[in-house]
């Protein structure tokens, strides 16, 4: 099973504050741990919003706008993907995370193409599946 762990943004990450050298060490020794663990895929922090922006659909037309955005705790601030065991595999990994303030992660299945199987062909299921294996390739 694999996971997407979404680092939850907070005011000081809108503000730009890097961590501290402290967090910054502790997190890294905490990426190795899962990576020799063999837990995880990717990991990576995100920009503050004011340098995003977002694509809204509306009857199938995009119209964009520009960060930043409001409400900076349901923002993303960065994410790992883990493949685990289990959804409580992830959450005592989580668990573990060396977080220091008030942060937050939110730890959500990431679908399979079978997930999709009732809309969805043999064919596409595995074109999906192709597709996958040929990004991971291209690592």
């Known amino acids: ?42 990991g990576e922090g995100l920009q503050p919003s004011r340098s995003g922006a977002r ?9 964009v706008t520009d960060g930043p955005f409001a409400e900076a705790k349901e923002l993303v601030g960065g994410f790992w993907i883990w493949k685990v065991a289990s959804e409580a ?15 937050e992660v939110e730890i959500r299945q990431i679908s399979t193409p ?14 999906e599946r192709h597709l996958s294996k040929s990004l991971k390739k291209n690592k």
């Open 89 to 103: 595999e992830a959450i005592e990994w989580a668990k573990r995370i060396p977080f220091t303030g008030d942060e």
């Open 114 to 127: 079978e997930d999709f199987a009732p809309n969805m062909s043999k064919e596409m299921q595995e074109r």
């Open 55 to 63: 694509v809204h659909f509306k009857a199938g037309k995009p119209s």
């Open 1 to 42: 099973m694999r996971f997407m762990v979404i680092v939850k943004g907070s005011a000081r990450y809108e503000a730009g504050e890097l961590p501290s050298k402290k967090l910054l060490s502790d997190m890294g020794k905490f990426n190795e741990e899962l990576f020799k663990a063999g837990v995880m895929e990717a």
